[in-house]
């Protein structure tokens, strides 16, 4: 049975394609910096707003009417819905998908019968791998949408969900590590504060250094290969989560002696909640070697929540891609479309739209920004920009060889006023243009 029986296997097509479902800009095959696209790219979809998502917000119910969704037995409702997502995955030749324990199989009675069910249709999720090639890029577990954890999984005030969120991410790290996972994420929905009032920031900071000590440590113990990544976000669902953004992770990780177990899974329209630009916060992780992996998607400017939306702008992925191959690539990483449909796009061709401008907003970005540094001459501006720390007074400076007192000496005794130097933004912003 067909789910998408409407949409052949997407192709590219070149800019000029007249197909509204072809690729303009991946070509999976092309080969740019030394690697494919496909290989740069390694492209993931999401279980979660791709195949579990009704469509549903805050003010009113599912829009959509997904035949996958629509089976009321719980385990073939759950066999569906993974034929469906690997039909969509295929016919777009994304190479991963991604998904939470909870995507692909319900939550049972116990944990004891959640473990088995997940078990049960992660065979099908096998077949399926193996028949079709497609791998995932990452597992993770839910630790946000049961009431259980409304007060946080690792930083709850009761130890007992402390230790039912250790089993449930030992069950799903050991998934993830069956089939071949790349990377598990942890991401700390509910891992932070409503209110002050009732919450002792200095215990729950404790707790989550724990609980990602325990986890790194059963990632050795099975001998996962896979890199554990945390995903920053700011607020949402809570006022304010302690995985704030990139500096915040990195500031826990070294306060726990974290910093070589965990690499950051970046969001686009995490980073903008937070206050920062998406090419920030790449930034940020690269120069501080904890570069992983990217959830791709964009914010609305006129919206403060995290909207999720397919990212469309080739620009904005130009800068991403400037920080990202500067900071020598993703390796294991991917980019994961961690984005969901409007609740007015009902049919499930929308999928393949949504996807396809994703996936060709993100190439285009490659393409350009690899025109960017082949062309030369923003990365000669940064270079020269600094030229100075090259030489005498910079390198003693650096090294520790100069004290205040020294530094003082040399600029009183030559009486020295340095002079500025154009930052040239607005020259820079236009040789950016030109390629974007
Ligand atoms: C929530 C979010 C999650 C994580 C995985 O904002 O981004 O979907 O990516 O739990
Ligand atoms: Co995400």
Same mark, same amino acid.
């Given at each position: 049975?067909?789910?998408?029986?409407?949409?052949?296997?997407?192709?590219?097509?070149?800019?000029?394609?007249?197909?509204?479902?072809?690729?303009?800009?991946y070509?999976?095959?092309?080969?740019?910096?030394?690697?494919?696209?496909?290989?740069?790219?390694?492209?993931? #979809?999401?279980?979660?707003?791709?195949?579990?998502?009704?469509?549903?917000?805050?003010?009113?119910a599912?829009?959509?009417?997904?035949?996958? $969704?629509?089976?009321?037995?719980?385990?073939?409702?759950?066999?569906?819905?993974?034929?469906?997502?690997?039909?969509?995955?295929?016919? $777009?030749?994304?190479?991963?998908?991604?998904?939470?324990?909870? +995507?692909v199989?319900?939550?049972c009675?116990?944990?004891?019968e959640?473990?088995?069910?997940?078990?049960?249709?992660?065979?099908?999720?096998?077949?399926?791998?193996?028949?079709?090639g497609?791998?995932?890029?990452?597992?993770t577990?839910? $630790?946000f949408?049961?009431?259980?954890?409304?007060?946080?999984?690792? =930083?709850?005030p009761d130890?007992?969900v402390?230790?039912?969120?250790?089993?449930?991410?030992?069950?799903?790290?050991?998934?993830?590590?069956?089939?071949?996972?790349?990377?598990?994420?942890?991401?700390?929905?509910?891992e &932070?504060?409503?209110?002050?009032?009732?919450?002792?920031?200095?215990?729950?900071?404790?707790?989550?250094?724990r609980?990602?000590?325990?986890?790194?440590e059963?990632?050795?113990?099975?001998?996962?290969g896979?890199?554990?990544l945390?995903?920053?976000?700011?607020?949402?669902?809570?006022?304010?989560?302690?995985?704030?953004?990139?500096a915040a992770?990195?500031?826990?990780?070294?306060?726990?002696?974290?910093?070589?177990?965990?690499?950051?899974?970046?969001?686009?329209?995490?980073?903008?909640?937070?206050?920062?630009?998406?090419?920030?916060?790449?930034?940020?992780?690269?120069?501080n070697?904890l570069l &992983?992996?990217?959830d791709?998607?964009?914010?609305?400017?006129?919206?403060?929540?995290?909207?999720?939306?397919?990212?469309?702008?080739?620009?904005?992925?130009?800068?991403?891609?400037l920080?990202?191959?500067?900071?020598?690539?993703?390796?294991?990483?991917?980019f994961?479309?961690d984005?969901? $449909?409007?609740?007015?796009? #009902?049919?499930a =061709?929308?999928?393949?739209?949504?996807? #396809?401008?994703?996936?060709?907003?993100?190439?285009?970005?490659?393409?350009?920004a690899?025109a960017?540094?082949?062309d030369?001459?923003?990365?000669?501006?940064?270079e020269?920009?600094?030229?100075?720390?090259?030489?005498?007074?910079?390198?003693?400076?650096?090294?520790?060889?100069k004290?205040?007192?020294?530094?003082?000496?040399?600029?009183?005794?030559n +009486?020295?006023?340095?002079?500025?130097?154009?930052?040239?933004?607005?020259?820079?912003?236009?040789? #950016?243009?030109?390629?974007?």
């Amino acid at each position: 049975m067909s789910f998408f029986p409407d949409v052949e296997p997407i192709r590219f097509g070149g800019p000029e394609a007249s197909d509204p479902l072809a690729f303009r800009f991946y070509d999976a095959d092309r080969v740019v910096l030394g690697r494919t696209l496909r290989e740069h790219t390694r492209f993931a #979809v999401c279980f979660w707003h791709t195949f579990c998502w009704p469509g549903s917000d805050v003010f009113g119910a599912g829009t959509f009417e997904r035949a996958w $969704l629509a089976e009321p037995d719980a385990v073939k409702g759950a066999e569906r819905k993974i034929d469906a997502a690997f039909e969509l995955i295929a016919k $777009l030749g994304a190479p991963f998908f991604c998904f939470h324990d909870r +995507d692909v199989a319900p939550e049972c009675a116990t944990l004891r019968e959640s473990h088995a069910l997940l078990d049960r249709v992660l065979e099908r999720v096998e077949k399926h791998m193996q028949k079709s090639g497609i791998g995932l890029l990452w597992g993770t577990a839910n $630790l946000f949408g049961h009431p259980r954890y409304a007060a946080g999984a690792a =930083t709850n005030p009761d130890p007992e969900v402390f230790a039912y969120a250790a089993a449930q991410v030992k069950h799903c790290l050991e998934a993830t590590h069956r089939l071949g996972g790349a990377n598990y994420v942890l991401w700390g929905g509910r891992e &932070g504060y409503d209110t002050l009032l009732n919450t002792d920031l200095r215990r729950e900071a404790d707790q989550m250094g724990r609980f990602l000590a325990l986890v790194a440590e059963h990632k050795h113990r099975i001998g996962f290969g896979g890199t554990l990544l945390i995903e920053p976000k700011p607020f949402e669902p809570t006022k304010h989560q302690y995985d704030f953004d990139a500096a915040a992770v990195h500031a826990f990780l070294q306060n726990y002696g974290l910093e070589r177990e965990y690499k950051l899974n970046i969001e686009v329209n995490h980073a903008t909640l937070a206050g920062h630009d998406f090419a920030h916060e790449l930034a940020y992780a690269a120069a501080n070697g904890l570069l &992983g992996s990217v959830d791709a998607n964009r914010g609305d400017p006129r919206l403060g929540w995290d909207t999720d939306q397919f990212p469309d702008d080739p620009r904005e992925w130009a800068l991403a891609w400037l920080e990202i191959l500067r900071g020598g690539g993703l390796h294991g990483g991917g980019f994961n479309f961690d984005a969901k $449909l409007r609740r007015q796009s #009902v049919d499930a =061709t929308d999928l393949f739209h949504a996807h #396809v401008g994703g996936m060709d907003a993100i190439a285009r970005g490659l393409l350009a920004a690899e025109a960017i540094l082949s062309d030369g001459r923003l990365e000669r501006f940064r270079e020269e920009r600094y030229l100075g720390w090259e030489h005498e007074l910079g390198r003693e400076i650096l090294s520790g060889r100069k004290s205040l007192e020294d530094l003082a000496g040399h600029v009183l005794a030559n +009486d020295l006023e340095p002079q500025p130097v154009s930052g040239r933004q607005e020259m820079l912003e236009n040789l #950016v243009s030109r390629f974007t």
